[in-house]
Antibody, heavy 121, light 111 residues
Framework: QVQLVQSGAEVKKPGASVKVSCKAS????????MHWVRQAPGQRLEWMGW????????GYSQTFQGRVTITRDTSATTAYMELSSLRSEDTAVYYC??????????????WGQGTLVTVSS | QSVLTQPPSVSGAPGQRVTISCTGS?????????VHWYQQLPGTAPKLLIY???NRPSGVPDRCSGSKSGTSASLAITGLQAEDEAEYYC???????????FGGGTKLTVL
């Protein structure tokens, strides 16, 4: 069965960076793009970016462009999301989500359990 | 402010039918991009409920259905049950933003 298991909660100071991992299993990792979505406390879901694990191509939301980097390790079937220059507003639960569909009409069919990142001085 | 607009809350008694709207624009729903719906229970990750405007993944009850028309989409849940109490989000692609977008979420309360 498809599983996405994320790394544990993090507490960071403003200005620092955080790197969250997402270990995939139960399917061929390189066949499906992986996205990152975040949710601040009591707020809506917010798409951050994606990676094609097969070729490493990435795309980022304009909101996070320049601060977010998504990478992957195909041998470890793991995707990573690194967010830099953290500020208090980045306190949120960060999810990885597998994509399914064609072109722009993709949906997120499997999600990780989420990783809480707290930014506090 | 979300690109896709949903009512903050809806409610209904057990057994009743509720609908949740998702209003977009010509750069997302109106441009023909598919709408998908997710259910999020408190403290858990979202779960795909409806994809491609009207399709249910296996395991989702047929009490849930989706529709789309023009720049809007709707999620309908019939025969409301206590377990349906959750937050619901719509999602689509936006060509102006060059990315995927979510609605602001709708809290469904079963009275």
């Amino acid at each position: 069965q498809v599983q996405l298991v994320q790394s544990g909660a993090e507490v960071k100071k403003p200005g620092a960076s955080v790197k969250v991992s997402c270990k995939a299993s139960g399917y061929t990792f390189t066949n499906y793009a992986m996205h990152w979505v975040r949710q601040a406390p009591g707020q809506r879901l917010e798409w951050m970016g994606w990676i094609n694990p097969g070729n490493g191509n990435t795309g980022y939301s304009q909101t996070f462009q320049g601060r977010v980097t998504i990478t992957r390790d195909t041998s470890a079937t793991t995707a990573y999301m690194e967010l830099s220059s953290l500020r208090s507003e980045d306190t949120a639960v960060y999810y990885c989500a597998r994509d399914r569909g064609d072109g722009y009409n993709i949906r997120f069919d499997y999600w990780g359990q989420g990783t809480l990142v707290t930014v506090s001085s | 402010q979300s690109v896709l607009t949903q009512p903050p809350s809806v409610s209904g008694a057990p057994g009743q039918r509720v609908t949740i709207s998702c209003t977009g624009s010509s750069s997302n729903i109106g441009a023909g991009y598919d709408v998908h719906w997710y259910q999020q229970l408190p403290g858990t990750a979202p779960k795909l409920l409806i994809y491609g405007n009207t399709n249910r993944p296996s395991g989702v009850p047929d009490r849930c259905s989706g529709s789309k028309s023009g720049t809007s989409a709707s999620l309908a849940i019939t025969g409301l049950q206590a377990e349906d109490e959750a937050e619901y989000y719509c999602q689509s692609y936006d060509s102006s933003l060059s990315g995927w977008v979510f609605g602001g979420g709708t809290k469904l309360t079963v009275l």
